[in-house]
């Protein structure tokens, strides 16, 4: 049998799959968000029923970011989005930068005159600066993400788009109204 049915084969697929894509230098955090509505939509199109709670949920959430929030101009849209991809350079450079410092920690073993000013080894203070540059830039990049996604006019085509054609979809043979 090729194609697995439980949850543990589709697991290691899956595992593979993100490992091998992040060793292309694709990660995760980038591709999830645009392939999880795709995915969404075509598992609600597996039958007329789910497809239709799909298309609620989709109006639904449409609906909300028509009447509570207002669209940003494309030029803002983009300004967010260059403010998005700034921002997960800079957390790349700062994890990168711990990470060495990391390695040098582990690699260099200064002297003890300098182990008596400070007591905390290179290796942990690099670890604490990687976990609270990690949450630093999650918290606040996740807030401005939220923000531009709640107002971009690309988000709310995309949305329209999906709507449209898992209406398209669950009419049967294909029929119009």
Known sequence: MLLGHDLVWWSFVLSVIAVVLAI?????????????????????????????????????????YETLYKELSDTEDWLFKGIEALGMLESMILMFTSLGILVLGTIYKPPQSFLWRFPVPLEYMSLLGMIITLFFMYGIFLKITTYRKRRSPEVRRILKSSIERLKRSSRPNGEKK
């Open 24 to 64: 292309v230098g694709i990660p995760v955090a980038i591709i999830a968000p645009i392939i999880a509505p795709k995915l969404e939509n075509w598992w609600a199109e597996r039958s007329v029923a789910s497809t239709q709670k799909r298309i609620l949920a989709l109006e639904k959430q449409l609906l909300n």
